[in-house]
């Protein structure tokens, strides 16, 4: 049974630039989950999909956007990117219900120069 | 105030001992609860769920939840170097698929 996967592992960007982030659920889960954590931190909501629709939003900006694809893939774009969006990003999938225990993926760790 | 807030440590405790991890919550509806362990460079790992008040045991592990309080709790039990982590509490407002919001974690050290 496969877990979350997440592609890539790390990412070097510069500062201005765009990046897409990817992960592909837990066998037989339906939502996607994305959380940003910076260093001795949680990690930051960031955004939900359910249904292939952005479901729920955190506090970031509108350059942070996603995806969610029929077989409940889903992407994270960054647009414009800071030294600040420097993190690991984390996916979580899970399947919605009365007990929405969300499942990480390894994360891709991103760094912005 | 912090939505969820935990101690941030490091809490040190010895091999065999048991380790109390707590944590606050300020929404009061809030529903589902969890514990997650997060070892330096990895991402969380699940170790606990609880939904109602009391304790809920799993080998080692006890969640205890009280709402009326608004305190979540993990007791590890027979500590163990291996169980040296940040350790996560995460609430979700309610059931349902909706956003869960995570504390800032607590460092545990298990000395041998």
């Known amino acids: 049974d496969a877990g979350v996967t997440q592609s890539p592992t790390h990412l070097i960007k510069t500062r201005g630039q765009q990046v897409t982030l990817r992960c592909s659920p837990k066998?037989?889960?339906?939502?996607v989950s994305w959380y940003q954590q910076a260093l001795g931190q949680g990690p930051q909501f960031i955004f939900q999909?359910?249904?292939?629709?952005?479901?729920q939003r955190g506090n970031f900006p509108d350059r942070f956007s996603g995806h969610q694809f029929p077989n409940y893939s889903s992407e994270l774009n960054v647009n414009a990117l800071l030294l600040g969006d420097s993190a690991l990003y984390l996916c979580?999938?899970?399947?919605?219900?009365?007990?929405?225990?969300?499942?990480f993926g390894p994360g891709t760790r991103l760094t912005v120069l | 105030q912090k939505e969820v807030e935990q101690n941030s440590g490091p809490l040190s405790v010895p091999e065999g001992a048991i380790a109390s991890l707590n944590c606050t919550y300020s929404?009061?509806?809030?529903?589902?609860f969890f514990w997650y362990r997060q070892y330096s460079g990895k991402s969380p790992e699940l170790i606990m769920s609880?939904?109602?008040?009391g304790d809920k045991e799993d080998g080692r592990f006890t969640a205890q939840l009280n709402k009326a309080s608004q305190y979540v709790s993990l007791l590890i039990r027979d500590s163990q170097p291996s169980d040296s982590a940040t350790y996560l509490c995460?609430?979700?407002?309610?059931?349902?698929?909706?956003?869960?919001?995570f504390g800032a974690g607590t460092r545990l050290f298990v000395k041998a």
């Open positions: 995460a609430v979700s407002p309610r059931t349902g698929g909706f956003k869960t919001i």
């Open positions: 609880i939904y109602s008040n």
């Open positions: 979580a999938s899970s399947l919605r219900g009365p007990t929405d225990t969300q499942y």
């Open positions: 066998s037989g889960h339906d939502t």
């Open positions: 999909y359910y249904e292939e629709e952005e479901r």
């Open positions: 929404d009061r509806v809030s529903q589902s």
